[in-house]
């Protein structure tokens, strides 16, 4: 092929190949990109973009590829036009869009002692994606993941058993050996606050919710239920 080089052209280059299809090579004469980069070597290989407020880099080296900056600058991920993961210049990374809510329980002091019944948590704090449902207290996995799952609840002082439970999908979450549920338990006198907080593996459209497994369950307003994706 010939390049143009300071305003010169018929230069020919044993390095830089350009395809019948468009693709361009450098250091490969048959390129499988529109760039393809190579170095028939176990030594670095790089691409830079960059001006004068700083750059960003492409990096193979050691087994191990590299995306990276030099300059003390974020790094940011975006679709759709809109910033989704950061990586800031000191290695924090946040991503805004990732789903998560936080719900209380009612204001008044409420009891709930039938088996499978429904412990609501209709006031929301925050919901990030709008996946839980505040009239149904349900939350509904966006996309399939690994999520933290918390929330408490109240116990009287009567000394009677009370277990909340966590369900998924209409059914207790456990174990296919357990018979018991992961779940809060209660039967001890005094008011005590009881909680769990617990890595659950939803597929996108499973839902979960928190219900009564065994005696009695007072809720308040101090009471919570939440979820966020974390992988």
Known sequence: MTITLN?????????????SDGNVGIGTSLPGERLDVYLNTTGNVSAKVGNTSGSVQLLQSNGLAYLYTAANQPIAFSTSNTERMRIDSAG??????QPSFLAQAVQSDTTYSSNGTLIPFPN??????NNYNNSTSRFTAPVTGVY??????????AGN???????????????????SPISTRHNAGGYQADGVAIPVQLSAGDYIEVKVFDGSVRQFWMNYFSAHLIG
């Open 124 to 129: 929301e704090v925050f919901d990030v994606g």
């Open 92 to 97: 924090r990374v946040t991503m805004p869009y």
């Open 148 to 157: 933290m799952v918390s929330w408490t609840c109240w116990h009287d002082d």
């Open 161 to 179: 058993t009370g277990r909340s439970a966590l369900y998924k999908n209409g059914s207790p979450y456990k174990s296919a050996a357990n018979a």
């Open 7 to 19: 305003g010169t052209t018929g230069i020919t280059s044993t390095v830089i190949t350009e395809t």
